[in-house]
């Protein structure tokens, strides 16, 4: 008999190999999928809540309301829909436009620049797919897949067998972990450890690329030079590279300059790739989304049919500067992701929340709309972390809506 698989949309990999066991709408067994998967994919069982100032509303009241609270709004923020579908992110820019808002994720304070480069053609990409089948040297630079992804290594970075890569990792793959600690993944890579200071990672690229070309390297935290040497060689030795972008070598950098001068460096030496560890299942479908409609991947601002770009449309300075005065929060809660000098000011502005948990956030908003579960209790597409398009069916059935339908009724309502 064939198998029944579903996709996993609990992060940016979208493991599309998941097995469950499910009896009246609930998931009792997963099968396949890591500890994260598991327990995402168990999460759905809840029937629709609709409120409006903390009291229980029907459906009808509370998008009535939230219509009001955007048409009512000189310059509504909308933000979150990293774990959202494309087709919901693609709707949410059309209200945005609509609305003349203030439209922002959270890859304005993460992996967005690093995306937007990709999507520049800055670097050299590949797939996760070529990763398993091709890889023969893994950088993992200020990240750490043991915990935030914990079936990269397994199923695509180091340990699998590929089309390419039969004998498996210690024979034909390398894995090195440049770190501001030993992290789980760091013990994996064991001798190929390289431990920085914080803030040292400019310093160690400028050092790295003066080892490919031969030169001695330095840093003013006199990293050993012949270790930097050592990697250098490895790296100048590999016939399909990769290097994984981390949150360590993004908040690390003012700008990603060093990282395209190493990445250049590297493929004048070798063949290298580059592939940003994103988190939410759809953040880089979000970047591509908006980059395809505006040409930019964050923080814009739409207005009289035009659009405009800054960090000052980031919803850190939106909030910062209080430019905004209401805010649908989609599927995030920034209330408890943001620093409070910032978040705070979302308490004095009317928030329309549409999220399958309950949040800080969601308890604190006007308006709050428990919706379903993207890939557990509704259907759709979304953008893996390397750029391929999944599409996805839902596993058991709800009474909630999606956050597609939510966004068309609000649309319909305005």
């Known amino acids: 008999m064939e198998k029944d698989y579903y996709v996993c949309t609990g992060c ?35 029937s629709a809540v609709f409120r409006v100032d903390d009291k229980p509303v029907d459906e009808a009241t509370a998008i009535s309301e939230a219509a009001a609270i955007l048409k009512n709004a000189k310059n509504p923020l909308i ?28 890859s304005s304070f993460c992996q967005g620049r690093v995306v937007e480069a990709l999507l520049q053609n800055k670097f050299k ?50 894995a090195i972990a440049i770190d501001v600690r030993k992290s789980h993944t760091a013990k994996i890579c064991g001798n190929y450890f390289f431990q920085i200071p914080p803030g040292g990672d400019a310093e160690f690229i400028d050092a790295l690329i003066a080892g490919l070309s031969g030169k001695l390297p330095k840093t003013s935290y006199n990293f ?25 070598l993004v908040y690390s950098l003012e ?32 970047n591509e989304n908006l980059f395809e409609e505006t040409g930019h991947v964050n923080s814009v ?20 500067t209080k430019t905004v005065d209401a805010a649908l929060i989609i599927g995030s809660d920034p209330l408890s992701s943001l620093p409070r000098s910032v978040a705070k000011n979302l308490l004095e502005i009317p928030v329309i929340s549409l999220d ?25 597409s979304a953008t893996r972390m390397d750029g391929v398009k999944v599409n996805f069916k839902p596993v058991v059935e709800t009474t909630r809506l999606s956050d597609e339908a939510v966004l068309k009724k609000i649309m319909e309502a305005l």
């Not at 979150?80 to 059309?94: D, P």
């Not at 030795?237 to 990769?242: D, H, I, L, T, Y």
Request: hydrophobic share 35%.
């Open 224 to 248: 050993p030079p012949k270790r930097i040497l050592e990697l250098a060689n490895i790296l100048k030795g590999a016939k399909f590279g990769v290097v994984f972008v981390g949150l360590g």
């Open 301 to 320: 601002k739409f207005e009289d049919g035009t659009v405009k770009h800054g960090p000052e449309y980031s919803i850190v300075e939106s909030l910062k």
């Open 12 to 46: 940016g990999m979208l493991c599309d190999d998941i097995e469950v066991e499910s009896e009246k709408n609930i998931v009792n067994k997963v099968y396949t999928a890591c500890r994260v998967g598991v327990a995402h994919m168990k999460e759905g069982r809840e």
């Open 79 to 106: 933000f979150g829909l990293g774990t959202s579908t494309n087709e919901t992110q693609k709707l949410a820019i059309e209200l945005a436009r609509k609305t003349s808002a203030t439209l922002d994720d959270t």
């Open 356 to 380: 399958p948990c309950e949040t800080l956030t969601s308890r604190s908003a006007k308006v709050y709309i428990n919706t379903a579960i993207s890939g557990v209790e509704s259907g759709g």
């Open 125 to 174: 990409v590949c797939t996760l797919d070529d990763v398993r089948n091709k890889a023969d040297v893994t950088i993992f630079w200020g990240a750490d897949p043991s915990d935030s992804h914990p079936r990269h290594l397994s199923k695509h970075s180091y340990f699998p067998r590929g089309t390419e890569k039969q004998r498996g990792w210690e024979e034909e793959r390398t």
């Open 255 to 286: 700008n990603l300059e060093p990282l395209i001068r190493l990445m250049d460096a590297l493929n004048e030496k070798a063949n290298f790739h580059l592939i940003p560890m994103v988190g939410h299942y759809n953040m880089r479908g979000f």
